[in-house]
């Protein structure tokens, strides 16, 4: 049996001051991690962590919308309610694949032992699919795979793709001996009986993987293989790793005949507070296209009080440059530009106000002719003063959030040539150098916000600045 969602039970929402305007959020409810990216039928499609019937994570059910152009978004039903036998205790991560025409779902099926401890559950990987891309039906065989011996109770979070007729997924894993994170390899020819097939990635090989690795995502990117992941628990290294949990890359090669995959050492992909729980996933186009969470964890919500919490970031696209794996907005995203505020030349000594007809909802562009020397600083204020800032200066980027731990860093050794930033009623996201470092921030306004650019010394460079519908 397939379980259905109680419409009278969904949580309203009550006040939009929070809300965003071109981001992925919930009409009422809790949202995490993006689940299921992909092309289908004419649309994008994203799934989404979701619990409907409160503000507050609960048990997983999978939210869903839909895309003609990865900007706007349509909310359609819930794709996947929990308490079927497979997923008692929620529908967790997982990720889409295309077959036949028709659009494959494999997920997590979370359970409790039932002694009223959250933290002591097991997890097991089921399949749903659909013919139509909005309604679903669980395979009557699940679950397609159950934990290996040697496994810690986290198994979750399967990411599946195609490689020379066979299909792939990698499995979040902790090891029951050493307690520590790894990444399972299985292979299939009809995504619905398993092989486990090789421990791809583990703390034997790769340093400083944490006690467990959720969300991997694996792909082929300019002509190298790359695996993206969410560890728990690495340990800060100075400026580095400086969140509870972070989303960090690996750049090799895999050895499909011996399963094994020789790939650097976690290198941090976002700088930011909040980001977590990246999926990827390939547009018609031949793009690597990619969304993740803007993770709170320990951090306030405020829009709780309001009936909804949570919001996925923009899509952005993917590349490797010298062993980089850089992020940058999908092209896509200019499309919301309403019309300019500033396009120009800017020449500025000391501070400028910047102008914005809606400053809630806004693009910034500053590009510098040649990397800059000095101290240059873009600050988002509210009525109690500076409440985030991008300051750079010596080779690096400092992003500051007024309160408690506050400061996240970034080396740019090549200078800072140029700057993008989109703001969203609670959200920022900034992109140094085309991409080559980002920071994802929440940030919560106390009344109407301004903005300023301040620099020490007299610098020219060329500013746009965007209301964006």
């Known amino acids: 049996m397939t379980q259905e969602i109680d419409k009278t039970k969904l949580i309203h929402i009550t006040n939009d001051r929070y809300r965003p305007a071109y981001h992925i959020a919930t009409n009422g409810g ?15 499609h994203v799934f989404y962590q979701y619990h409907p019937y409160s503000a507050e994570w609960g048990p997983m059910h999978w939210g869903h919308v839909r895309s003609k152009d ?26 889409a694949i295309v077959k036949d025409d028709r659009l494959y779902l ?54 599946v793709w195609q490689h020379d007729g066979k299909y792939y997924l990698v499995l979040g894993s902790r090891e029951k001996k050493t307690n520590h994170g790894r990444i399972l390899l299985y292979q299939s020819t009809d995504l619905l009986h398993w092989e486990q097939v090789g421990t791809m990635f583990d703390t034997k090989t790769v340093k400083n993987t944490g006690k467990m690795l959720e969300c991997p995502d694996f792909f082929h990117l300019n002509g190298q293989d790359v695996l993206l992941c969410s560890p728990m628990g690495l340990e800060s290294t100075g400026k580095n790793f400086m969140n509870l949990s972070q989303v960090c890359y690996s750049i090799g090669q895999l050895d499909y005949a011996n399963c094994q995959f020789n790939g650097s050492d976690l290198q941090e992909l976002d700088k930011g507070h909040n980001f977590y729980a990246t999926q990827t996933f390939e547009t018609p186009d031949k793009r690597r296209v990619m969304i993740a969470w803007t993770s709170p964890f320990n ?23 010298d062993g980089h794996l850089y ?17 120009g030349e800017l020449t500025i000594d000391g501070t400028t106000k910047l102008e914005m007809s809606d400053p809630q909802h806004s693009e910034f562009n500053f590009a510098f002719p040649e990397a800059t020397d000095g101290q240059l600083s873009w600050q988002l204020n509210d009525s109690q003063g500076a409440l985030l800032s991008i300051t750079y200066r010596d080779g690096e980027v400092v992003l500051n959030r007024r309160g408690q731990d506050g400061k996240r860093y970034a080396s740019v050794p090549a200078g800072i040539m140029n700057l993008r930033i989109f703001v969203d009623t609670s959200s920022v996201e900034v992109f140094i150098n085309n991409g080559w470092v980002s920071f994802t921030d929440r940030y919560y306004a106390d009344g109407p916000v301004s903005y300023q650019l301040t620099s020490d010394h007299q610098i020219s460079l060329m500013a746009e600045n965007y209301a964006l519908k």
Request: proline share 8%; net charge negative.
């Open 327 to 343: 992020n940058k907005p999908v092209r896509e995203m200019k499309k919301l530009r309403a019309h300019p505020d500033l396009d």
């Open 106 to 159: 494999i997920y997590t099926g979370h359970h409790y032992y039932g002694d009223g401890d959250l933290d002591h559950f097991w997890e097991n990987q089921n399949v749903a699919y659909s013919d139509d891309g909005i309604h679903f039906t669980k395979y009557e065989g699940n679950p397609v795979i159950s934990a290996p011996d040697d496994n810690a109770q986290d198994f979750r979070d399967p990411k």
């Open 30 to 44: 809790w949202l995490n991690d993006p689940n299921g990216l992909c092309f289908y039928k004419g649309y994008y």
């Open 299 to 321: 951090e306030e919500m405020p829009e709780k009080a309001d009936g909804w919490a949570g919001i996925l970031t923009i899509p952005r696209e993917l590349s490797i440059v």
């Open 70 to 95: 990865l900007i706007h978004w349509e909310q359609l039903p819930v794709a996947l309610v929990p308490g079927d036998p497979e997923d008692s205790g929620g529908c967790f991560s997982g990720s």
